[in-house]
T-cell receptor, first 113, second 110 residues
Framework: KAGVTQTPRYLIKTRGQQVTLSCSPI?????VSWYQQTPGQGLQFLFE???????NKGNFPGRFSGRQFSNSRSEMNVSTLELGDSALYLC????????????FGPGTRLTVT | KNEVEQSPQNLTAQEGEFITINCSYS?????LHWLQQHPGGGIVSLFM???GKKKHGRLIATINIQEKHSSLHITASHPRDSAVYIC????????????FGTGTLLAVQP
């Protein structure tokens, strides 16, 4: 089975712009979660989608949003980018929610200048 | 105080040594994950456990639910084990999200 894929892998944006990141889960997985990783804050939960519905959201401003499509692929969007949004954005997929193993993608490294 | 605490933060070992990384948490959980992250970012899930002990090759993970504590052991460590090891707990109930520890940077020297 192909692993979790994320596109693009690297992205440079300017403050104030918006960005959309994409995540394709492992075939058959219906849950996709997004995480932000920064040197200062470590790994933090952004949101979780299951069956096209957002099930949970972390403590991030409304500029961060996402969605999941019927094929389980997910996108996350960040509007009005700030310098502090520079981070590695990881998505992970699992077959179901709760006690299922998570499989991580390689991440998208976003740099905001 | 962080909900998930790991120790030590940094660890240097000689090849062949037995290594232990500890994780304590303060929230109710449905599962605990041990993750490995190599330079460059990729994260690999090593274990997911909710009770007892699991073993995979030279890696052993244990959890004590009553004491809210888990350990990751690496036997006969090797330089290729050098990575950041991250403990993450899945909070129970309605929140159901992963909460991460700050990670343990392990360097195994030949």
């Amino acid at each position: 089975k192909a692993g979790v894929t994320q596109t693009p892998r690297y992205l440079i944006k300017t403050r104030g712009q918006q960005v959309t990141l994409s995540c394709s889960p492992i075939s058959g997985h219906r849950s996709v979660s997004w995480y932000q990783q920064t040197p200062g804050q470590g790994l933090q939960f952004l949101f979780e989608y299951f069956s096209e519905t957002q099930r949970n959201k972390g403590n991030f401003p409304g500029r961060f949003s996402g969605r999941q499509f019927s094929n389980s692929r997910s996108e996350m969007n960040v509007s009005t980018l700030e310098l502090g949004d520079s981070a590695l954005y990881l998505c992970a997929s699992s077959f179901g929610r709760s006690s299922y193993e998570q499989y991580f993608g390689p991440g998208t490294r976003l740099t905001v200048t | 105080k962080n909900e998930v605490e790991q120790s030590p933060q940094n660890l240097t070992a000689q090849e062949g040594e037995f290594i232990t990384i500890n994780c304590s948490y303060s929230v109710g959980i449905s599962a605990l994950h041990w993750l490995q992250q190599h330079p460059g970012g990729g994260i690999v899930s090593l274990f997911m456990l909710s009770s007892g002990k699991k073993k995979h090759g030279r890696l052993i993970a244990t959890i004590n639910i009553q004491e809210k504590h888990s350990s990751l052991h690496i036997t006969a460590s090797h330089p290729r084990d050098s990575a950041v090891y991250i403990c993450a707990v899945r909070s129970g109930g309605a929140t159901n999200k992963l909460i991460f520890g700050t990670g343990t940077l392990l360097a195994v020297q030949p």
